[in-house]
C-alpha cells in the first residue's frame, strides 16, 4: 500500500528523530503537524505509529517503511547532487519531492546506477536496501566520498562531482578521472593522495567532491 506524501515525510522525520538522534518519540512539532493531520491519521490507521497526547512514537510494525522512505530521500538527493547536478536548496527541494517516486523497484535502479552509495550529500547514513546487500555480498564495495577513505587505503575514482569547474578543470587535467587508481597518503592537515605519479593536497570541501568506488 503506498503512504501520502504527507505521511512519508512524518514516518521520515520521524525515523530521524528516533533513530539517529535518539529521542524515543516525536512532538508534534518537530514532525511539523497538529491534532488531526491527515498524514498522522493515515499513519496511526496502519499501526504505524503511537500518539501520546502531542508525541509520536514510532512502532515496529513502522519501522522498516519509515527506514525505506529516509533510503529514497537521501537516494534522491545523492541523484540529484551527483547525477543531475542540482545542488544547494533546490536540490534539497527538489528531493524532496523525488523521493516520493522511488517506488516499486525505481529505488533499486537509481542505487545500483549510482552502485549503492552509503552517505548521502550531507554525510547521513543511507539504510541500504537489497541491492547493496547482495552488491556487498558480491564483493562489489559501495561509492563513498574521499572524506570516508581511511589514511593508507586506496580505490578507484568512480565520478568526480566539483563544485568549482576552475578545480575539476584542474583535477581532471593532472589525472584526477574516472577509473584511475587513487591512494589516500594522509587525511590531516589535508587530504594528500596520488594519482599515477601525482601527488595532490586538496582540503576537506574538495575532498568531499571526489567519490571512491572502494577496492
Ligand atoms: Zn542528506
Ligand atoms: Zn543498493
Redesign the pocket.
Known amino acids: 500500500m503506498k503512504l501520502s506524501e504527507k505521511a512519508e515525510e512524518i514516518l521520515e522525520a520521524l525515523w530521524i528523530a528516533t533513530e539517529e538522534e535518539g529521542e524515543n518519540a516525536a512532538h508534534f512539532q518537530t514532525l511539523g503537524v497538529g491534532p488531526g493531520d491527515d498524514g498522522l491519521c493515515e499513519l496511526d490507521r496502519l499501526a504505524y505509529i503511537d500518539i501520546r497526547g502531542e508525541r509520536v512514537y514510532l512502532r515496529q510494525e513502522g519501522r522498516e517503511e519509515a527506514k525505506m522512505t529516509v533510503r529514497r530521500h537521501r537516494l534522491a538527493e545523492r541523484l540529484m547532487m551527483d547525477v543531475l547536478d542540482i545542488k544547494g536548496a533546490s536540490g534539497d527541494a527538489k528531493a524532496c519531492e523525488f523521493e516520493h517516486l522511488l517506488h516499486q523497484g525505481v529505488d ?1 535502479k537509481i ?2 546506477l549510482l552502485n ?1 552509495p552509503t552517505t548521502c550529500p550531507h554525510g547521513k547514513p543511507i539504510p ?2 537489497k ?2 546487500l547482495e ?1 556487498q555480498a558480491r564483493g562489489e564495495a559501495g561509492v563513498v566520498p574521499l572524506t570516508e577513505v581511511n589514511a593508507g587505503q586506496q580505490g578507484e575514482i568512480a565520478y568526480l562531482s566539483v563544485t568549482d569547474p576552475k578545480k575539476m578543470q584542474k583535477l581532471m587535467s593532472l589525472g584526477v578521472l574516472p577509473g584511475n587508481q587513487l591512494r589516500l597518503a594522509r587525511t590531516f592537515p589535508a587530504y594528500v593522495f596520488t594519482v599515477g605519479n601525482s601527488e595532490f593536497a586538496i582540503d576537506e570541501d574538495l575532498a568531499r567532491e571526489i567519490f571512491i568506488r572502494k577496492i
Open positions: 533499486t542505487c545500483t549503492h541500504p536496501g541491492c547493496c552488491a
